[in-house]
T-cell receptor, first 112, second 114 residues
Framework: EAGVTQFPSHSVIEKGQTVTLRCDPI?????LYWYRRVMGKEIKFLLH????????ESGMPNNRFLAERTGGTYSTLKVQPAELEDSGVYFC??????????FGPGTRLTVL | GENVEQHPSTLSVQEGDSAVIKCTYS??????FPWYKQELGKGPQLIID?????GEKKDQRIAVTLNKTAKHFSLHITETQPEDSAVYFC?????????????FGKGTRLHILP
């Protein structure tokens, strides 16, 4: 069974540009989560989808971040316009049961 | 809301020795405590978890202990091997009713020395 996949693995963009990150969860997993780790700090929750609905987006930093999960399958996280402080590693996780979340390898975003 | 503190930030142990990583949490209602291991180039992977109705759980060379009174829990790795080198994260639920919204510690980078 394929695990959670994320694309791209790395992205380097300039301040003010737009970047879209993609997450493909494990097939059949209704729950999809986005997290972010800024260098040296803890992994922080961004938001949670149940199927195509946003269950909790309390961790989204600001309105420059937009997450979607059309059709309840893959999800995208768009940052527009990107700022320097958006740099970090963005993880996606999926689960069927409430507790056991399976994480993807992450997308390392660098904003110059 | 929940706050999770993790120590140490870096830990080096000789191969074959034991490693212990400690975490504290703030919300006495928290009842689920997972531990994640992140290897280079990969995402965090759940390695063991414990619920508040038990004080200790063991899976081969790894064990987790929980002290609800003191609000701390620890990861113990015995007979460490090179493949144990990784970053380890403890976590706790953000609130009693949201055990799937987890709050992570800052991580411990474990180095196993040959």
């Amino acid at each position: 069974e394929a695990g959670v996949t994320q694309f791209p693995s790395h992205s380097v963009i300039e301040k003010g540009q737009t970047v879209t990150l993609r997450c493909d969860p494990i097939s059949g997993h209704d729950n999809l989560y986005w997290y972010r780790r800024v260098m040296g700090k803890e992994i922080k929750f961004l938001l949670h989808f149940v199927k195509e609905s946003k269950q909790d987006e309390s961790g989204m930093p600001n309105n420059r971040f937009l997450a979607e999960r059309t059709g309840g399958t893959y999800s995208t996280l768009k940052v527009q316009p990107a700022e320097l402080e958006d740099s970090g590693v963005y993880f996606c996780a999926s689960s069927q049961a409430r507790n056991e979340q399976f994480f993807g390898p992450g997308t390392r975003l660098t904003v110059l | 809301g929940e706050n999770v503190e993790q120590h140490p930030s870096t830990l080096s142990v000789q191969e074959g020795d034991s490693a212990v990583i400690k975490c504290t949490y703030s919300d006495s209602a928290s009842n689920y405590f997972p531990w994640y291991k992140q290897e280079l180039g990969k995402g965090p992977q759940l390695i063991i978890d414990i619920r508040s109705n038990v004080g200790e759980k063991k899976d081969q060379r790894i064990a987790v202990t929980l002290n609800k009174t003191a609000k701390h829990f620890s990861l113990h790795i015995t007979e460490t091997q090179p493949e144990d080198s990784a970053v380890y994260f403890c976590a706790a639920p953000s609130s009693m009713n949201r055990d799937d919204k987890i709050i992570f510690g800052k991580g411990t980078r474990l180095h196993i020395l040959p």
